[in-house]
């Protein structure tokens, strides 16, 4: 009986994803149609997490401790987040504007990925989500958020090829900005000096924006991994390797921004 229910649960699921797909493809404006959809799936999620958690504890009593798991995990990731945030903040000159928005986050599930580069999450505007905000989580910046509906938002990573993030290198604190590369998942980076001391290695980090909004300052980008020759170029470019494995996603963190930004 409960495996009919949550087949049927999860046919519902699909089927409003397909909906979804056909409706982006055909119907103008979408954003209506997107946060019905994401109502839809958050509240289609829970009611099949409550229907599972209810068979496992009839079964085995382990509902309790799945539970607490996943809080840990979501726990973890927040806390981890935040300390990687403040330890590059207070080590980055003119770091200041992403200095209290770090301990600010709401931990989500990566649960699906989409086109151009973009993956949603489990959390949205329910759990105080907004667009334009830091994604990350424990080894580096992930991207930042495009959309958000009720419980589920989306996440332009950083290596699109519409990304575009100021950077910072760690070590001589020279600036730049940070670019998609399209198609194998690397980064740009382009010194706005040309005579910037640069090397395989190097660490790269966010400059920081205004407000911590769209993204907060001292969250590593990436290690600089070949140097692009170019002579007589306007700037110094390079290939950068993604801290985040982008592939692999999981637990994330999102910065939300701070009160009256």
Do not use: C
Not at 185 to 204: E, I, Q, Y
């Amino acid at each position: 009986m409960v495996p009919a229910v949550r087949r049927a649960f999860v046919l519902l699921v699909l089927a409003s994803g397909v909906l979804l797909v056909v409706v982006d493809r055909t119907v103008t404006p979408l954003a209506p149609v997107r946060m019905a959809g994401s109502a839809v799936y958050g509240t289609l999620q829970n009611t099949i997490g409550a229907v599972s958690r209810s068979v496992g504890g009839w079964i085995g009593g382990s509902a309790g401790g799945e539970r607490r798991v996943r809080e840990l995990e979501a726990e973890n990731a927040r806390l981890r987040a935040a300390l990687l945030v403040a330890e590059r903040s207070a080590t980055a000159s003119g770091g200041a504007a992403a200095v209290g928005v770090a301990a600010v986050g709401v931990a989500a599930h990566v649960v699906g990925f989409g086109r151009g580069r973009q993956v949603s999450i489990d959390a949205g505007a329910d759990a105080g989500v907004v667009r334009d905000v830091t994604v990350l989580n424990a080894d580096g910046l992930v991207g930042k958020v495009t959309w958000a509906g009720p419980s589920t938002a989306t996440v332009s990573l950083v290596t699109g090829a519409g990304s575009s993030v100021g950077a910072r290198m760690a070590g001589s604190g020279e600036l730049g900005l940070v670019t998609g590369v399209p198609g194998d998942g690397t980064l740009r980076l382009s010194l706005f000096d040309p005579n910037a001391p640069l090397k395989v290695g190097d660490r790269v980090v966010t400059l920081g924006s205004e407000g911590g909004r769209p993204y907060v300052a001292g969250v590593p980008i990436g290690t600089v991994a070949a140097i692009e020759q170019a002579p007589g170029a306007a700037t110094r470019t390079a290939l950068v390797r993604p801290a985040a494995r982008l592939s692999a996603l999981d637990l994330v963190t999102v910065i939300l921004p701070e009160p009256d930004r």
